[in-house]
């Protein structure tokens, strides 16, 4: 064991982003609670530049800072910084304004954590870290529907971490270890039945962060009662965490029959978001299964991480190109502040930057090029293919044309109809272009980011 | 060294961008950013002409070969003189169009679409493969669709703008054509790997680069969107008729030679275009009575030359020929936009005296003209004659220079139709013309006249090794003093019919009988090329689409009717008639055929129809019913999510 404790220096610094913005948060004036936002950004920056320049750290026995976390640890970064913003947009001058702030850092650690745990004891704390913050958040408004989507988040969530708290105690017992390889390795020899029962209740807290069929019944109810910045909080960063983390458990954990399970929840979770969002007129509710169902697609790799070496570059570019888009149609909601399909008519004439972004992001998840997903279902396309998966990849295939519909459904409304009063200009259109922007650059770019991922 | 290969088109191109996406709210500072931004290509481009920067990546990292598609940008000696040329060209026009610009203008828009248009080209001369060309050449396309139509409130413009998008871009499909070739054939889209490719790849990308590359350069058939894109702003035509847009079909020809020579067949036909295109355009600009068009339809010509060159092998006289050409006819179009600004008309009976207006301008005029005719010593007597001098063939030769003849007649025509004594009259509306727009004109008059340096034996073996083109002759004194001699003694002749001889006199009067026949009608009507295009491709393409909605409506949804109709009446006569056994068969043949009937009435349309409805409505349902899971009551959500994780766990017990 080589203990560096400056390999943990991007942790660190969202730790200590969280610990001075709740100090300072303490100490000065409702009015200027702005400051915990710059405070918070900074620590942010300074994770995302040290992740991007960092050439690779030490190796701890439970925690492993390799590519892996590195790309977690840029993404949920990067990710986190849009949300800040968006959340400094909505959150102004309210009474606990610094306290959403310390809150989206600590589940933003707490994702980070779950990306690079390595041992199943680092795991579950990791797991309450990226979850209990969250449950906070979504009831932060103390209005019925966000006390209601609170509840039923921290229900799920209290239910599948318990399930996964006994995962974890079954894992234990069936292996003697908790380190990821150690256990995979004596999993091997234990009794089939068991360690499938352990797998199965270690994936339900995973997929619960993930949004992942069958967990995903929070996802819904609590992007529409939460606030939208905290809705677009939950919907992105906690799922990088569960998702890399995923990616690490197929690897090194490796347990048998994983693609076989895991290709039927990413088939389960690809349709059924795609379907229950047909004829949704509820944006933040389309919005919310659309989600589920890009959950789905980047499960996809994760099911085949053990047969080809495409599944790794797939899962991280997957989950970039998410963050970006789906934080952008958040953000397009935010500063449009309307809840249905119908508020949108005519916005592409009354807002064209604001209704060019949405375009942008919606098209951009329905993997039209050159938009960053679109790079990013290629890679899965190809994963699945090269892993032997070639009905799964259909199934993207198939899956992607139908949601074509949903989503040329809200881009024609844009597009359509007598402009209403423009939203105001603001910060949450500034990070919804921002967002865009980043997903075209990054779709252009992606090329030239897996040469080097690579 | 590799950041400069990249920063050398993306500088006036992200600029332009964000100068487009800025718009009105750019418009007082649009004018010098783009001025400064073009300054500084200027200076990269040198910079890249003298380090010859390299800079690759790989394209879709996963597709086929292993390891991606390579694709990157490579200045060579070839993109090192464009390149330079590009930036030069542009920041004189630019210059130009900072004070010639009406001050209400979308200046933003305006000045972000032509360093877009810029980055564009440059891009499309520096790419060493056909991904990044292609990409440069489609928002060059774009970019120039947007500049004609900059006056968009008027409708003809835009319409000159569509027609002039659109068959560029009917050429353009070729290069597509092209791409998908050259990686069948070799696996990467390298320009330089495409004249080893096997058959019948070689021959298809061939056909696809020559396609898209008249298209671009308005060679013959195309050439009639150029008279259109005269719609735009002066400053636009002087950089789209220059160094850019018709030069990058000539520079891809040139690029390409290797390629051109290898098949055979494609550099004879290239040849064969560009005289000929040479020669008839040449008429063409000999016949119009309008500045703007006249040096359009020269643009055309000399284009043409190019062209030849290119077929001909002769790249390095080619080359020389685009650049010198760039430096002359963008002088032209600037001195032309200087005389619509101040006068408000392009027609050349109305720009007499123009020449003596401001003295400047008409000398600078004066010199383009010269040059344009071939008069020694200036530039384009030279570079034509370095491509003359690679022409293989007599026959080609002949036609080359009787278009160089032409050539001659029709920059005297412009010449005459200024310097011709007269008293520039001063139109009310008349709008001063600043000062500062003489500056382009001085810098660029010493160009068009001292290009001609090329053509010493000495620079023309350097120029030569520069473009890499190793054994092309060089320009000869015989070619040099025949076509020295016969382009002076006909710009005299021109010279001395148009403004020496007084009004009333023979020549004067031939003249003006030979401009109201037949044949000079139809030759400034640009060969009834846009007419032939419009009635011979849009309408018929149209007509058909019209014709064959009209049948499918008509006759393949009631023929089956028919059908079902006509047999059953058949078998009732038959029916009828027959008795028996033969009555059962023909019942049964009837019914069977009347079944096929119906069979065929319904088997294209409506079985689709329903179809396309029950996916929709079958998707409608499974939409609903994934969402009735979402029962929005805690304890249904956990009871759900145990279940399935049970049955999950079942299904890896049995297969583990």
Known sequence: MNDDPAALLPELLLLAGAVAGLLTGMFVPRGRQRAVAWICAAALAAALAVTVTATGGAAFGSYAPDALTQAARAVVAGGTLLVIALVAAEARGHRREAEAYVLVMLAALGSVLLAGAGDLLVLVPAYLLASIPAYALAGFGKDAPGTEAALKYYLMGAFLGVLMLAGVTLLYGLAGATGYRAAGAALALAPGAAAACAVVLLLAGLLFKAGGVPAHFWVPDVAEGAPVAVAAFVTTVPKIGALAALLRVADELGPGGWDVIVAIVAAATMTLGNLAAFHQDDVRRLLAYSTISQAGYVLVPVAVAQHTALARPAVLFYLAAYAVTNVGAFAVVAATGRGTLDGYRGLGRAAPGLGLALVVCLLGFAGIPPAAVFVAKVLVFAAAWDGGYAWLAVLVLVNTVASLYYYLRWVAVVFRGDPPAAPPPGLARAVACVAAVASLALGVGGGVLLGRAA | ?656
């Open chain 2, 1 to 656: 060294m590799s950041a400069l290969a990249w920063l050398l088109p993306a500088t006036p191109g992200v600029a332009g961008a964000l100068l487009a996406l800025a718009g009105r709210r750019a418009d007082r500072v649009a004018a010098a950013g783009a001025v400064a931004v073009t300054a500084v290509t200027l200076a990269l481009a040198a910079l890249a002409a003298a380090v010859r920067p390299m800079w690759g990546t790989t394209l879709v990292a996963v597709a086929a070969p292993p390891g991606g598609t390579p694709a990157g940008i490579a200045v060579d000696g070839l993109s090192a003189v464009m390149a330079v040329t590009v930036a030069a060209i542009a920041l004189a026009v630019l210059v130009f169009a900072a004070g010639d610009l009406p001050s209400g203008a979308a200046r933003g828009r305006f000045f972000g679409l032509m360093l877009l248009f810029t980055g564009a080209m440059l891009l499309t001369v520096t790419a060493a493969d056909l991904m990044l060309l292609l990409t440069g050449w489609e928002i060059m396309g774009a970019a120039s669709y947007a500049l004609i139509g900059f006056w968009w409130r008027e409708h003809g413009r835009v319409r000159s703008a569509g027609l002039a998008f659109v068959t560029t871009r009917a050429g353009d499909l070729g290069l597509y054509v092209a791409a998908g070739c050259a990686f069948a054939a070799t696996g990467t889209l390298e320009l330089a790997g495409i004249a080893q490719a096997g058959q019948p790849w070689r021959d298809l990308a061939a056909a696809g680069i020559v396609l898209a590359a008249l298209g671009k350069s308005a060679q013959l058939p195309f050439s009639y969107w150029l008279s259109g894109a005269m719609a735009g702003p002066s400053a636009v035509s002087a950089l789209l008729h220059s160094a850019t847009m018709v030069a990058a079909g000539a520079y891809l020809l040139l690029r390409v030679q290797p390629l051109l020579a290898a098949t055979g067949w494609a550099a004879v036909a290239v040849a064969w275009a560009g005289a000929v295109t040479a020669l008839l355009l040449g008429a063409v600009a000999l016949a119009q009575r309008d500045l703007k068009q006249l040096l359009a339809a020269s643009t055309c010509a000399q284009v043409g030359f190019m062209v030849l060159a290119a077929g001909a092998g002769a790249v390095a006289g080619g080359t020389a020929h685009l650049v010198a050409h760039a430096a002359v006819k963008s002088l032209l179009f600037l001195c032309a936009g200087v005389w619509l600004t101040a006068l408000g008309t392009e027609a050349l009976a109305g720009l007499r005296g123009a020449g003596r207006w401001r003295r400047s301008v008409g000398v600078a005029f004066a010199v383009g003209a010269l040059a344009l005719a071939g008069v020694p010593p200036l530039s384009l007597w030279v570079t034509k004659d370095a491509v003359l001098a690679g022409v293989p063939s007599p026959g080609l030769y002949a036609v080359a220079l009787a278009a160089a003849l032409l050539a001659a007649a029709y920059a005297a025509r412009a010449l005459a139709a200024v310097w011709r004594p007269g008293t520039f009259p001063t139109a009310a509306g008349e709008r001063r013309v600043p000062r500062a727009v003489t500056g382009p004109l001085l810098a660029l008059a010493p160009l068009a006249a001292g290009l001609s340096v090329l053509g010493l034996p000495a620079v023309y073996a350097g120029w030569r090794q520069l473009v890499g083109a190793g054994g092309e002759p060089g320009p000869e004194v015989a070619g040099l003093v025949v076509t020295g001699l016969a382009a002076s003694a006909v710009t005299a002749a021109g010279w001395a019919i148009g403004v020496r001889a007084r009004q009333g006199t023979a020549w004067r009067r031939r003249a003006a009988e030979l401009g109201q026949g037949r044949l000079a009608v139809g030759l400034r009507g640009w060969l009834g090329l846009r007419q032939g295009a419009i009635g011979g491709v849009w309408e018929p393409v149209k007509a058909l689409a019209g014709a064959l909605a009209r049948f499918d409506d008509r006759v393949l949804e009631r023929t089956g009717e028919w059908l079902a109709d006509g047999v059953t009446a058949a078998a009732g006569v038959a029916g009828r008639r027959a008795e028996g056994l033969l009555d059962g068969v023909v019942r049964g043949a009837a019914g069977a055929l009347g079944g096929a009937a119906w069979l065929g009435r319904g088997r294209v349309e409506r079985p689709l129809e329903h179809l396309v409805r029950a996916v929709a409505a079958g998707a409608g349902a499974l939409g609903r019913a994934a969402r009735r899971p979402q029962a929005g009551q805690a304890h249904l959500y956990l009871a759900q999510a145990a279940a399935a994780f049970l049955l999950l766990a079942v299904v890896l017990m049995l297969v583990r």
